[in-house]
């Protein structure tokens, strides 16, 4: 069964902290990953990674991919209370589908 | 620019009753998709689009019709909701891609529906 994990379920950080979300995942026919930021409302989309070892990057967040080990991390340095947000970590695969398997999101805190 | 839109945003109905939620895009996407999103499950493809007149089902497609009449609308269906269709249901929109050219869905604000 596909099925993409993501950890920690929760993080609780102080501003100017780094953090390190991980995502797992098993997936067949597997295309490209996908990070996405959820505050109150919609899922906003932060990176596509689809080759190893390339690093995406973006402000103060960037985001790796390896294919062999089939995970992946999302890294936001010197956090602010606006990176406060569930993440998402999601899997594009098949063929001309484009359908996602999402992980069940890492909820992250940052305080004053 | 609109993006995905979604109406309504709140919905509050019986056990038993019928209702219509309404996706609507501007981005002139071929493909389109309808998920729920239940705290601890993160969001579940209930049905999805590939083009105009074309339907397909999902991961939780039970208790769910949809229809894709025009392009740039996509319509859930309920037809008797039960409690446990209580949930944020979330439309998303993407072009296709493929391999280096892979498109990332965007998504509306959600409808928060709840089946009392």
């Known amino acids: 069964e596909d099925k993409v994990v993501q950890s920690p379920l929760s993080l609780v950080v102080h501003e100017g902290d780094t953090v390190t979300l991980n995502c797992s995942y098993e997936?067949?026919?597997?295309?490209?990953l996908l990070w996405y930021k959820q505050e109150k409302k919609a899922p906003t989309f932060l990176f596509m990674l689809?080759?190893?070892?390339i690093e995406k990057k973006s402000g103060r967040l960037s985001s790796i991919l390896d294919k062999k080990e089939l995970f992946s991390i999302l890294n936001i340095t010197a956090t602010q209370t606006g990176d406060s947000a569930v993440y998402l970590c999601?899997?594009?695969?098949?063929?001309?589908?484009?359908?996602?398997?999402f992980g069940t999101g890492t909820l992250l805190a940052v305080q004053p | 620019n609109a993006g995905v839109t979604q109406t309504p945003k709140f919905r509050v109905l019986k056990t038993g009753q019928s209702m219509t939620l309404l996706c609507a895009q501007d981005?002139?996407?071929?493909?389109m998709y309808w998920y729920r999103q239940d705290p601890g499950m993160g969001l579940r493809l209930i049905h999805y689009?590939?083009?105009?007149?074309t339907t397909a089902k999902g991961e939780v497609p039970d208790g769910y019709n949809v229809s894709r009449l025009k392009k740039q609308n996509f319509l859930l269906g309920l037809e008797s909701a039960a409690p446990s269709q209580t949930s944020v249901y979330f439309c998303?929109?993407?072009?296709w891609g493929q391999g280096a050219k892979n498109q990332p869905q965007h998504f509306g604000d959600g409808t928060r529906l709840s089946i009392l």
């Open positions: 998303a929109s993407s072009q």
């Open positions: 997936v067949t026919n597997f295309r490209s």
């Open positions: 689809t080759s190893s070892g």
């Open positions: 999601a899997v594009l695969y098949g063929g001309a589908t484009n359908k996602l398997i």
């Open positions: 981005m002139n996407h071929e493909y």
């Open positions: 689009s590939v083009g105009e007149g």
